[in-house]
């Protein structure tokens, strides 16, 4: 099939405006990021050649070991919680009477941003703060590792849980009413119902959820930065901490610019094998 | 083709041009300058020095406050690769400034120094920490000497006076410790370098000067020595929750811990507290550890207030700079803040303070530059890293000291 004359001709020149945003918005500084990881340099002096040295480091440096664990415990834990009991919480008031108004207190916090949620949990989690005086104990929510980690999961949680709920909603809206009348006419209800029925018709919208969900937990950043700064002494950093602190406080941006491409050779993997795995599915 | 081909590389050449400024540095006369600096909670002095340079010299200055600092080094050194200059900016001593110096863009202020010191608005003991090659960079923004600041009242109440030596220190925490009051105040972020260095100087500056330029590990007797003192200080219940993210001013002020060590800067966190010095806190010289050693040592900061010579008007830029050493503007950025100034005809109000910038510029005390700008940048991330673990799991002093040792070995190895 031949392209209409007007596009063959003029075509290139249209697409040219945002093809070039693109490449220097985009693909520039990804080539400049690879480039500079295989890179001794400040930020100042003319980056020096050191070839694989960055990667190499990776493979001895203790802190990405801890960065690398908690940033799992970040997966597996946005997986369970915003993740799961969003879930949860879609089936359980979808078909409550009045089920909208029990999940707007879940969507409230979703209005914070990810540094302005840590900022208003901060005083609540610190030592002296205020779930130490509501509870009358002495823990120290920030501290030990992998507390620090597990404790603002549940903040992110706190944040994350309305959103995946009311996306979830929006999936058992989208289900055609004839195969689950079909189900309950055959008998099924609860449980089978849901595992052999709903479940399944969701699959695509789960899917969305769950690798957006994926790719928010493998670059978390904001709430950590704010809440520890990954300390102390980087037991809560994350592979998005590591890399920034040594990039910009460090002045690593060799071995920080290492760290981004492994962050962005693991979210792609990550992202490709589970929806590649997703579509086949479906 | 050849058309669409000519298209593309016509908006590439737009988009370029737009982004990339016209090349060259079109110098600007400039009636305001921008001054960037990473001390965003200084806003409003900087804006009152703004009001007072427009006054007296025509040159008015408007602040754009970091608060993050490693965001704002990033974006200084962004600028030294871009057309993008910033007409004034702080930075810091030591290696910093070595570092930005080299890039040949940093405005020499040689001939300032020389007329302020002959002017007496400069001191000569200031002119190495801004000397690079034999010649000087910048003008210093503030200076700070390092001591303790204490309730007042506190130790009014327990009977307490400002301890004499190091025995005394020690001896004035146990009372406040069986008081039910915490002596000390620390913290395991950013900060978390204040007590080592305190220590180290106190026992050892030369080693402390060694361990700064490389010529000591942090795994030598001496600094491990300094490491377990500090480590009896911690389980002997002296310092508050490292943890505890309460602004050092109001834990000062409620008295949360009695003590707190910081720059006379300082200061203006009581005076924005409205605490009155000498009857609500006051401020001591922290004795030796080492009662041997011929002077006390006093941890000593500058911060440097820089021009660039490709800024847009680096007249204006220079110009500003002589300005900001004298004792006329001194005097009202040393007032307004509280704080000693690195003029040496400033006076401030503050008697404790009066007392212990006069005693500094007599040569009483042994200077010793402080650890954020004696430790290069990676060595000081793994430092201050490393210290913040050991405040809360002081169990760990070796590790600690074995990983900033190897952030040392790897650094030294490309900078000796």
């Known amino acids: ?85 969003g879930l949860l919480v879609a089936v359980l008031s979808y078909d409550l009477k009045g089920g909208a108004w029990y999940r707007v207190p879940f969507m409230l916090p979703y209005a914070l941003s990810g540094a302005g949620l840590a900022m208003v949990w901060s005083p609540v989690l610190s030592h002296d703060g205020i779930a130490n005086l509501l509870l009358g104990v002495d823990t120290a929510f920030l501290q030990e590792a992998p507390a620090n980690t597990l404790a603002m999961l549940a903040v992110w949680t706190w944040q994350q849980l309305g959103v995946n709920t009311l996306l979830f909603v929006v999936g058992l809206q ?109 | 083709m050849y058309r669409s081909r000519v298209a593309t590389l016509g908006v590439a050449a737009l988009v370029l041009a737009a982004c990339g400024g016209n090349g060259a540095e079109v110098s600007q006369k400039k009636t305001e300058l921008t001054l960037y600096n990473d001390k965003g909670a200084w806003t409003k002095y900087f804006d009152e020095m703004g009001a007072l340079s427009k006054q007296r010299i025509g040159l008015g200055m408007k602040p754009t406050g970091y608060t993050d600092s490693a965001q704002y080094q990033a974006f200084i050194k962004a600028s030294f690769r871009t057309n993008v200059k910033p007409d004034l900016f702080t930075w810091q001593t030591g290696g910093m400034l070595e570092e930005i110096v080299k890039q040949k863009q940093v405005a020499d202020t040689t001939a300032v120094w020389q007329e302020a010191i002959k002017a007496g608005d400069l001191s000569q003991d200031l002119v190495p920490y801004y000397t690079v090659g034999g010649r000087q960079y910048c003008v210093p923004m503030n200076v700070a000497y390092w001591g303790m600041f204490y309730n007042k009242k506190i130790f009014d109440e327990h009977g307490l006076k400002p301890p004499q030596t190091w025995d005394d220190l020690v001896a004035t925490a146990e009372t406040l410790k069986r008081a039910g009051v915490k002596a000390f105040y620390h913290t395991s972020v950013l900060f978390s370098f204040v007590w080592f260095e305190q220590l180290m100087a106190g026992t050892d500056p030369d080693l402390y000067d060694r361990l700064s330029t490389g010529k000591a590990k942090y795994t030598d007797p001496g600094v491990v020595q300094v490491m377990e003192r500090w480590k009896q200080l911690i389980d002997a219940g002296y310092f508050i929750n490292p943890g505890d993210k309460t602004d050092p001013g109001d834990v000062l002020k409620t008295g949360k811990a009695a003590m707190v060590t910081f720059g006379t800067w300082f200061n203006t966190s009581m005076t924005t507290r409205s605490m009155k010095a000498g009857a609500d806190y006051d401020f001591f010289v922290i004795p030796n550890v080492n009662p041997a050693l011929p002077k006390t040592s006093m941890i000593f900061e500058s911060g440097p207030l820089c021009s660039l010579t490709k800024a847009a008007d680096p007249e204006a830029g220079m110009k500003y700079l002589k300005w900001w050493t004298t004792s006329e ?88």
């Open chain 1, 1 to 85: 099939m031949s392209r209409p004359p007007i596009l063959g001709r003029f075509g290139h020149g249209y697409v040219a405006p945002a093809a070039v945003l693109v490449a220097v918005l985009l693909y520039a500084p990804f080539v400049w990021t690879a480039y500079l990881s295989l890179t001794r340099y400040d930020g100042l002096e003319s980056p020096v050649w050191v070839g694989l040295a960055n990667f190499v480091k990776l493979f001895d440096d203790d802190a990405l070991l801890t960065s690398t664990r908690n940033t799992l415990i970040w997966v597996a834990g946005t997986m369970a919680l915003p993740v799961g009991l």
């Open chain 2, 329 to 416: 503007a001194q005097d009202k950025w040393a007032t307004s803040r509280g704080d000693v100034s690195a003029n040496p005809k400033v006076t401030i109000d503050d008697k404790a303070l009066g007392t212990v910038t006069k005693d500094a510029g007599g040569g009483k005390y042994r200077l010793v530059n402080r650890y954020f700008e004696a430790t290069p940048p990676p060595v000081l991330s793994a430092a201050l890293d490393g210290f913040g673990k050991f405040v809360t799991e002081p169990g760990t002093y070796m590790e600690v000291l074995e990983s900033i040792q190897k952030a040392a070995d790897e650094y030294w190895s490309t900078h000796q």
């Open chain 1, 174 to 282: 989208s289900i055609p009413r004839e195969p689950i009348e079909a189900a309950r006419l055959d008998g099924a209800s609860g449980w089978r119902l849901f595992r052999h029925v709903t479940w399944p018709l969701m699959r695509p919208l789960t899917a969305v959820v769950v690798g957006l969900a994926l790719v928010s937990s493998l670059k978390t950043f904001d709430i950590v930065w704010v809440l520890t700064q990954g300390g102390p002494g980087r037991n809560s950093e994350t592979l998005a901490v590591t890399m920034y602190k040594e990039t910009f406080v460090a002045s690593d941006y060799g071995y920080g610019s290492a760290v981004a491409v492994l962050l962005t050779v693991v979210t792609g993997l990550a992202s490709y094998l589970y929806l590649r795995r997703q579509v086949t599915a479906t």
